[in-house]
């Protein structure tokens, strides 16, 4: 493979040149498309003197400077000029292949359409260019094609002239009056079928509203219309912000890396964030569309009209706008089911990336790859440092400080500094500490002790906090940690409720006037993301269950007293004790389970019991085997001492039409088959009258789990009735991939020459191989390795064909420290298999290396 250098952020240095304006005449023609780029280009630098451009898998046909032809040289992927004026015009022309692109970066052929996606870097697969966030241009857009193949031309900003050309072909004209970087320049050409509505802004302006799906699927496209509306609205009302152009458009494409991209007035998306009926998408389908739109419409001024100013930044606009989605989908939906859900993928995903060798900053260091750093770590942990901000400064000062963002930055490539400034100043609230949250890798631990005087009548709580090291980072330094606690009295009252400012190794905090020792509530609603060590009893959680007024707190309890039961019973296997299952948990289950004024979606969340990864990710090591023999154990004991009131309470479900009775009722059917194969005739019955696709995936998932005649007949049927729909097949792969079973891994490579599985589509390249290695755990970590090797074999495939997806769909491989020293080895070997490789990309190399350092 070619040299690999990494990029540090500390090397960063300002554009020598910038381009403030831009005419592209992108001519579609298959394996000869032309792009003509004619860029306004001004010296910042008044030393530089050689211009260097971006460019990769182009063909260079002409190149001039002012009209005139212009020396140049072509290395590594750099087109330089030396000898340059302070102002002048270049013009560009190129021919690329979009039919050839299996990246999926740049411009490239989805399912007959053209589209393209330019973040991070893949602009420069269009033309050469000032391939960076920080460089912010004015776009005209000229684009032409055969009109009876692709009537529609997109691009973005407004669209400004149109006509009809020689030979059939057609052409297009779009204007972006926002200054924008690269990554933000979108096109599509292509049929689709078209909803369109409208959206009057506060101000009154009216702007026009476009979906564009492929041809048939008209009637899949009305959610997606109403998230938008809606995610509009509600940034108008909670954030004070109103779009900005004349049109609004997004387009759904079915080969996509991403779930969607926030392109300027013209968003690309995933089928899979935006098709959508009850047949075919599941009710978390339905809260995932929403979601996303959102979240690409509220980077329109969080990340579009503000962006980065370099890609070590990106935090700033996603950390950011995963914060507004969540708080939109908590606004419009149940906030404690929305706070669970976010909490999961903490403690599920992001933890596990701390601990593994990918662990970064979420403004990293360091990069080789930069579509690497698209994770929930810059994500997903970005967003809870929003949270945590807002906490601290509360809901008014936090929008003081948007406010005082927007109006400082606003056209403008920026940092996390910048934002934590405009927070800090808008606020009066001194974030000096804090803002190593934005600097420091790894999950902070946080052991809490408790003391009371019963005497004094005075409540202690005893603090600590420590940073282990990380690969990339030595030295930690004490956080400012925002720890919400509540502590409740013996009967059940809210004693105090107090957000406590945690900054130093060690802390105490005392509470007076406390007449009797209280149950805490601690890290109430997950206040900050750190790993919570408090030797909880059962009495306590069980207190904390029947009182906490967080709701969240109340999962969070129950989700603690099933672990405990797991790591017990993992304990007495290594004693060789029998195990055994506390009553006492039962009886909550039982109690829970009669309570009909509880919400179902929350108890249904309450029920979920914590996955093995969940399980792995508590614990510093890890007899995989025992975990999984002893969670059985205990969901099956769970399950058989409630088999009365599961039963009970399922019955009363079926009668229930909402998405919360849905969730419910789908956790005691897979709960009951854990207790008698007699409970797979609620399941058949399930999914014969089923009138939606959670009804019957929720079935199928409860069969799943056990082998028999049953599941293959219905897989069966499930997959002859929906072989034509690709986003379900999707689901169906994914069942084929979390299925238990020592045939498993011989299936599995069986499906990748099935009609519904291609190497060359991100969405079932996820569903198969992608489910597998992070959901099907036993048959993954199989101690013969077979697991490991089939992945070993979908990466190598993929390393070419499509690098980014192959490095996303790694990580269960490079997280192998917990693990025993036998299955550590045969990972190990599969590591080194793929580094190899004599053309490994740069995306799976950053990783494999880190993983074998």
Known sequence: MTQVQAKYLKDYQSPDFTITHVSLDVELAGPQTRVTAVSQVKRLNPDAREFVLDGEALKLITLSVDGLPFDYSLSEGQLSLKGVGEAFELKIVTHLDPEANSALEGLYMSDGAYCTQCEAEGFRRITYFLDRPDVLAIYDVRISADKAAFPYLLSNGNKVDAGDLDDGRHYVCWQDPFPKPAYLFALVAGDFDLLEDNFIT??????????????????????????????????ESRFDLEYDLDIYMIVAVDFFNMGAMENKGLNIFNTKFVLADTESATDEDYHGIESVVGHEYFHNWTGNRVTCRDWFQLSLKE???????????????????????????????????DSGPMAHAIRPESVIEMNNFYTVTVYNKGAEVIRMMHTLLGESAFQQGMKCYFERHDGQAVTCDDFVAAMEDASGVDLTQFRRWYSQSGT?????????????????????????????????????????????????RVLLTKVLDVTQPEQSFSFDDIEAKPVPSLLQNFSA????????????LLHLIRFASSEVAKWEAMQTLFSQAVWHNVANMGEHSSMYLDPRLCDAVRGLLLDENLDGELLAEIL???????????????????????????????????????????????????????????????????????????AETQYKQAQNMTDSLGALSALNGEASDLRETLLADFQQRWSSTPLVMDKWLGLEATC??????????????HSAFSYGNPNRVRSLFGMFAALNTCVFHCIDGSGYQLLTEAIIELNQRNPQVAARIITPLIQFKKFDAERQALMRACLTEILSLPDLSKDLYEKVTKALA
Not at 202 to 227: C, E, I, P, Y
Not at 461 to 471: E, M, N, V
Not at 740 to 753: C, S
């Open 202 to 235: 506060q101000s009154g302006r009216d702007v026009a509203l476009q979906v564009f799906v492929d041809k048939g699927n008209l009637n899949k496209a009305h959610h997606a219309m109403a998230s938008l509306k809606k995610s509009m609205a509600w940034d």
């Open 319 to 353: 950390g950011l706008t995963v914060f507004r989605d969540q708080e939109f989908s908590s606004d419009v939906g149940s906030r404690a089911v929305n706070r669970i859900q976010a909490i999961k993928v903490m403690k599920n995903q992001q933890f596990a990336e």
């Open 444 to 492: 902070p631990l946080v052991a809490v002790q408790e003391e009371y005087d019963a005497k004094s009548k005075q409540y202690r709580l005893h603090i600590s906090q420590q940073t282990l090291p990380t690969a990339e980072q030595a030295q930690k330094l004490p956080l400012h940690i925002p720890f919400d606690i509540e502590l409740l009295g013996a009967d059940g």
């Open 529 to 540: 993301p750190v790993k919570l060590s408090f030797e909880y009893s059962v009495e306590q």
């Open 608 to 682: 979920r019991f914590p996955s093995v990864a969940t399980l792995v990710e508590q614990v510093d090591s890890v007899d995989l085997d025992a975990l999984i023999c002893a969670r059985n154990y205990v969901v099956e004991t769970l399950a058989c001492d409630c088999e009365d009131e599961l039963a009970v309470r399922y019955r009363q479900l079926l009668a229930i039409d909402t998405p919360a009775a849905r969730a419910l009722k789908n956790v005691c059917l897979a709960l009951l088959l854990k207790v008698s194969d007699e409970y797979q005739s609620f």
């Open 740 to 753: 238990p079973g020592d045939d498993r891994v011989a299936a599995i490579r069986t499906l990748t020459e």
